[in-house]
């Protein structure tokens, strides 16, 4: 590789980001390709211990703008820790979540303003935006079947449906906006034909930097 390349996974609750990006890495060690698999919020011992004050279901009176900025925190841990190391050995970056979610979910939905959830985060992430994101777009509906399936809830998984509502909106504005970065996936098909279809995206990305 002539460089790492860092490829995140975003969508809505339940459209299988998690599936999908687990399935990719597997995919692409088969082929011995370098690369590792994370997630936000979470990736690293300290980031990690973020998450679980996100996402504990006993925290509903969060105040919105303490979630985006421990949003915020755990990404700077996460990505001076463990994301910037590995593209720094010329690594594949898969990445469960990044700045897009924020913008989403904190900007769009909890109202706060996507420009100003940008700016708390360009100043956490210092400029280092993905290659590729790539998008699983699912209905409210079927994600939510999805997380009935799951079973076990966090935090944000039990807000209202208008909030799931205006999270999937954020979204939508965020792949108008980034078409160049933002590859959207239809994520309502059989896993094996959605597995196939962001294989041959990030294979296409990967290529790019061999």
Known sequence: MKKGVFITFEGNDGAGKTTVCKAIYKKLLEQGYDVIYTREPGGSQIAEKIRDILLNTHNQSMDPLTEALLYAASRRQHL??????????????????????????????????????????????????????????????????????????????????????????????????????????????ELDTVIHQTMASVLEVVHAYE
């Open 80 to 189: 001076v820790e463990k994301i910037l190391p590995a593209l720094e050995k010329k690594q594949i970056v898969l990445c469960d979540r990044f700045i897009d979610s924020s913008l989403a979910y904190q900007g769009y939905a909890r109202k706060i303003g996507m420009s100003s959830i940008w700016s708390i985060n360009q100043f956490a992430i210092d400029g280092h935006m993905p290659d590729r994101t790539i998008f699983l777009s699912v209905s409210i509906e079927t994600g939510q079947k999805r997380m009935d399936i799951r079973g076990e809830k966090n935090r944000l998984d039990l807000e209202a449906n208008d909030f799931h509502q205006a999270v999937r909106k954020g979204y939508e504005i965020l792949c108008e906006q980034q078409k160049d970065r933002i590859v959207v996936i239809d994520a309502e098909p």
